[in-house]
């Protein structure tokens, strides 16, 4: 034990007088420190997690690989060693108080950087700071252990040099050290998972955003481990006292041996995509961190209130402040300024009625349609078009709790998505004739994932338990019995009630699917959150209205798919025209519908749509009664159904209502505040409100005026994330 003491206090006085090791240790990453912290903007919060990663890692590359590394060849041909070797002693202790040096001079720099970060640019203390200097630890131990077998089979320092550089460089610019990863191809990325530092950046990335433990970098942090002990082993064995002791160009093979761990594991992270999708989810939580203000613009709170000039501040994808007036100087705030006067801040639009699964039209050849891939897209086209969160109703619900899982960790960029499915009707129901002219085998399987059909109220009562035991977000029922050209059989009113009844118990939100004024009345009756439709072809009576306004029941008109529909028989395809639309929406799928709809193999559906009785006036009517008679409102537009392409739905939902009679303000109000109440998200989404989600659309012009304004998007940020829309669609 004397000799370890004395070798690590000989090492650290030889160390310390050493110019190389004081400027890779202390200020190389310093100056890093400093030209990044100012470069970056450290003081707006995100930054600075990625610039202590940077920092740190660059500095453990450098204690590692130059300070082991490099410093034990110069040891070696300065003669050092060999009058080590005379005292006599093994190689252990030597190669221990390496390490021991090493960590040694480095650590207090590391807690250097973290007070600096803290006092010079506001970032609060991890909450992770153990597993944070354990990890530190592991991978100052790990790189010296790497450095040090370099040493051992290296000749010269013109040599270890020439190594240092060819473990160094890749690892220092394909880790994420000094470029984001961010910017990197997929195949690219598959790559750097086959370096150390990967994992070293992305551990210390994940403590201090995600405040992760050791538990969640379990891995990593043991393939480090076992680096430094194969590194160290075989620097035992290999180790030279002399420089006129030379070892065979073989002997470098060994280095090989040393990355093992980590050739396994990105050969597994290759395979897997674990790694890949880890690394898209950190750089999303980081990309939300950043800190900025919006100002001078108007402000359209959600709940009725309207500033008519002020500024938000977003920091950490929560908004932090809401300033009447001029507002404080930005400087103060530490936050990156966005000016827009003549602009209008809104919520983020929802919409609480589409089908994420069908694509709103057809394409040439529908066998080349995904409708994985399509879904994915469709979110991002949301979220282009400045509506946060959707309600898929009526959908597959394996795919959608896929998809909503992807989208809430940021392993995606899309719209948030609620699910409410499948759909409870009876054999011969609506909803039923989607899958009748598919093969039968195909048919039951599309069934039973779209479908329930209970027999008796027992089983529909344990249905909707399994809905919620998967993680379903509400319950959707049809009562249709349908009209013209389409009949359908009705759910039977005591297989309905037992589904209402088993969703109020175990709190998930009805949404009813009606058709006339009878099915409005037994959904009122059951209580259900939201009447999903209203009624195109009815009259609904003023007295259901007046009892949904005294339970609190929303109406959900869907204008859209009711114009759609008539257009899509009469052949008018002006839908697929909206600038929005083109924007948006696949080229293959607005070609492909617009041919659709003019070609004889449709032209049966089309007649058969023509007759199904759809009255816009009557739709109209029902919504401004409602209106008149205090419903809460809520904005859906039944997209993926023909001509209704996912995206821009809502703005072209709430000028039909501003056609209809109902005032702009109060159509927002319904597209924002009153949806998220609907889907029980009001606590952290629609409304412009302090402690939010920073989910917030910027439009030019006025929508209280004129409501179009709502397509004319300057910026749409989403949970703190400033979008980059022109990119959106290049992850699919």
């Given at each position: 034990m004397k000799a370890y003491?004395?070798?690590?206090?000989?090492?650290?006085?030889?160390?310390?007088?050493?110019?190389?090791?004081?400027?890779?240790?202390?200020?190389?990453?310093?100056?890093?420190?400093?030209?990044?912290?100012?470069?970056?903007?450290?003081?707006?919060?995100?930054?600075?997690?990625?610039?202590?990663?940077?920092?740190?890692?660059?500095?453990?590359?450098?204690?590692?690989?130059m300070g082991a590394g490099i410093r034990a060849v110069q040891e070696r041909e300065a003669n050092i060693l060999r009058r080590y070797k005379v005292t006599p002693i093994t190689p252990a202790p030597v190669l221990v108080a390496s390490i021991i040096t090493g960590w040694i001079l480095y650590m207090p720099n590391v807690l250097l950087i973290f007070l600096l970060a803290h006092s010079l640019y506001g970032m609060p203390w991890p909450r992770s700071m153990g597993a944070v200097l354990v990890f530190v630890t592991i991978s100052i131990v790990a790189m010296r252990a790497i450095g040090l077998i370099l040493a051992s089979v290296v000749n010269s320092m013109q040599e270890s040099q020439l190594l240092v550089q060819l473990i160094y460089l890749p690892m220092l610019f394909l880790s994420g050290a000094t470029f984001p990863t961010s910017i990197f191809p997929q195949w690219l990325l598959e790559i750097t998972y086959f370096l150390p530092a990967t994992y070293m950046v992305q551990g210390i990335e994940g403590m201090l955003k995600q405040n992760q433990g050791m538990a969640q970098n379990v891995e990593p942090a043991l393939a480090l481990i076992l680096t430094a002990a194969v590194g160290l082993f075989i620097s035992y064995k290999l180790f030279r006292w002399e420089k006129e002791e030379k070892i065979k160009n073989s002997a470098k093979l060994w280095l090989a041996a040393v990355m093992t761990p980590f050739v396994v594991m990105g050969a597994w992270q290759m395979h897997t995509q674990s790694g890949v999708e880890r690394t898209k989810i950190l750089n999303r939580q980081l990309a939300r961190g950043d800190t900025f203000l919006i100002r001078g613009a108007r402000i359209?709170?959600?709940?009725?209130?309207?500033?008519?000039?002020?500024?938000?501040?977003?920091?950490?994808?929560?908004?932090?402040?809401?300033?009447?007036?001029?507002?404080?100087?930005?400087?103060?705030?530490?936050?990156e300024t966005v000016e827009a006067a003549g602009k209008t801040i809104l919520p983020g639009l929802i919409d609480v009625h589409v089908h994420l699964g069908a694509p709103g039209g057809f394409y040439s050849d529908m066998s080349k349609y995904d409708a994985d891939k399509g879904m994915q897209r469709?979110?991002?086209?949301?979220?282009?078009?400045?509506?946060?969160?959707?309600?898929?109703v009526g959908d597959n619900p394996e795919k959608l709790l896929k998809i909503r899982s992807q989208v809430t960790s940021g392993e995606i960029l899309g719209a948030e998505l609620q699910t409410c499915g499948p759909m409870f009707t009876t054999p011969g129901g609506h909803g039923t004739e989607y899958f009748k002219d598919l093969p039968p085998n195909i048919r039951a399987r599309a069934?039973?994932?779209?479908?329930?059909?209970?027999?008796?109220?027992?089983?529909?009562?344990?249905?909707?338990?399994?809905?919620?035991?998967?993680?379903?977000?509400?319950?959707?029922?049809?009562?249709?019995?349908?009209?013209?050209?389409?009949?359908?059989?009705?759910?039977?009113t005591a297989l309905f009630d037992a589904v209402a009844q088993e969703a109020h118990t175990i709190s998930l939100p009805l949404a009813v699917h009606t058709g006339?004024?009878?099915?409005?009345?037994?959904?009122?009756?059951?209580?259900?959150?939201?009447?999903?439709?209203?009624?195109?072809?009815?009259?609904?009576?003023?007295?259901?209205f007046e009892q949904m306004a005294k339970q609190?029941?929303?109406?959900?008109?869907?204008?859209?798919?009711?114009?759609?529909?008539?257009?899509?028989?009469?052949?008018?395809?002006?839908?697929?025209?909206?600038?929005?639309?083109?924007?948006?929406?696949?080229a293959e799928l607005l070609q492909g519908t617009e041919e659709?709809?003019?070609?004889?193999?449709?032209?049966?559906?089309r007649k058969s749509l023509g007759q199904y009785p759809i009255d816009m006036t009557i739709a109209e009517d029902n919504l401004k009664r409602a209106y008149a008679l205090k419903v809460p409102l809520v904005t859906g537009s039944d997209a993926g159904n023909f001509l209704v392409i996912h995206g821009p739905t809502v703005q072209h939902e709430l000028q039909l209502w501003v056609q209809a009679g109902i005032p702009p303000a109060a159509a927002l109000q319904a597209a924002t505040l009153n949806a998220a109440r609907l889907l029980r998200a009001d606590n952290h989404t629609g409304a412009v409100r302090v402690g939010n989600d920073a989910d917030l659309l910027v439009v030019d012009g006025n929508p209280l005026e004129d409501i179009s304004a709502t397509e004319r998007i300057s910026m749409v940020v989403f949970k703190g994330e400033r979008i980059?829309?022109?990119?959106?669609?290049?992850?699919?």
């Open positions: 003491q004395a070798l690590v206090a000989i090492d650290l006085k030889l160390a310390l007088r050493n110019r190389s090791v004081i400027f890779f240790n202390y200020l190389f990453p310093l100056l890093f420190f400093f030209i990044f912290g100012q470069a970056m903007h450290g003081e707006r919060g995100a930054a600075m997690t990625i610039i202590i990663a940077m920092v740190l890692i660059i500095g453990i590359l450098g204690n590692g690989l359209f709170v959600g709940d009725g209130k309207v500033i008519e000039n002020g500024s938000v501040l977003v920091r950490g994808g929560k908004i932090a402040e809401i300033y009447e007036g001029a507002g404080p100087d930005p400087k103060t705030l530490k936050a469709a979110l991002a086209a949301y979220l282009y078009s400045g509506v946060t969160t959707i309600r898929s069934e039973a994932e779209n479908l329930r059909l209970p027999a008796t109220s027992e089983e529909a009562r344990q249905q909707v338990d399994g809905l919620k035991k998967r993680g379903i977000d509400c319950i959707k029922a049809i009562l249709e019995a349908g009209g013209g050209s389409q009949i359908f059989n009705r759910l039977d006339d004024a009878r099915d409005v009345s037994d959904a009122v009756k059951a209580r259900a959150d939201s009447i999903e439709h209203g009624s195109f072809r009815e009259r609904i009576p003023d007295e259901l609190g029941t929303f109406y959900d008109p869907t204008l859209s798919v009711g114009e759609a529909f008539k257009d899509f028989a009469a052949g008018n395809d002006d839908l697929l025209k909206r600038s929005l639309v083109q924007q948006v929406g696949p659709a709809m003019h070609s004889p193999e449709t032209e049966a559906m980059d829309r022109s990119e959106l669609f290049e992850q699919h």
